[in-house]
């Protein structure tokens, strides 16, 4: 009787969720879970996945298609039914948001997004402004919020070898480990069937991960 009736959790580990998000759990007498990657605060660089979000919002609505269109024509992808695995965007952006969570490799990713910085004349978006600190993540655990494991890389785990997914997750946990949170919950980046498999699901159980949220 005494358990929760829903989870109310935030991916990334952005500083919204610090700033915003928590204060206005806790005026409710509520708290979250924040499942947090680790890979931005070993290499304080942001991930593949902000840097994409990055150059999407600089590009004109007017230019998205045509312009999402050319990337999806010059990498030969093929047309697929992505509404089930993409939500909020449609049309040739739609296209690639399913290849660059789904399909391209992290070496990939990294490869388009500077390669498309360097054509947009960005820089990456700044580590300590889109990101909670270790601080303030040990902050959220100290005042009762559960902070877990989304990962280190934000990879889509599924692309992953088996050595590859231990590497991740073992450094994603140990980071976890470091500011007091709960390594025994975990979610999936991406949250979608095509983002994980038996595999992925193996080696959560062999890293002692007892409950993974989707």
């Known amino acids: 009787q005494t358990r929760p009736k829903l989870l109310l959790t935030f ?3 952005l500083r919204d969720h610090y700033q915003f998000v928590a204060p206005i759990l806790e005026q409710h007498g509520l708290r979250g879970v924040f499942f ?24 004109p609505d007017a230019k998205m298609d045509s312009f999402f269109a ?3 024509a010059s990498r030969g992808a093929k047309e697929r039914d992505v ?4 939500r909020w965007d449609n049309g040739a952006l739609a ?4 290849e660059f969570n789904y399909v391209m490799t992290e070496q990939e990713k990294l490869a388009l997004v500077v390669d498309l910085e360097d054509k947009l004349s960005l820089s990456p978006p700044n580590v300590q402004e889109i990101y909670m600190s270790r601080g303030e993540l040990m902050e959220l655990v100290s005042r009762g919020h559960w902070v877990c494991s989304h990962s280190h890389s934000h990879a889509c785990l599924s ?12 450094q ?15 979610a999936y980046p991406f949250g979608k069937p095509q983002s994980y498999n038996s595999v992925v699901q193996q080696c959560l159980v062999s890293l002692e991960i007892g409950r993974a949220h989707v």
């Open 11 to 13: 991916d990334d580990g």
């Open 36 to 59: 947090v990657n680790s890979q931005q605060y070993q290499l304080n660089f942001p991930l593949s996945i902000h840097r994409w979000h990055s150059i999407r919002d600089a590009v």
């Open 70 to 72: 050319a990337l999806l």
């Open 83 to 86: 509404n089930s695995a993409v």
């Open 95 to 98: 296209q690639l948001k399913y």
């Open 159 to 170: 692309l992953l070898t088996e050595a590859q997914l231990y590497d991740d997750l073992s």
């Open 172 to 186: 994603s946990l140990d980071f976890i480990g470091s500011i007091g949170g709960d390594r025994r919950v975990f």
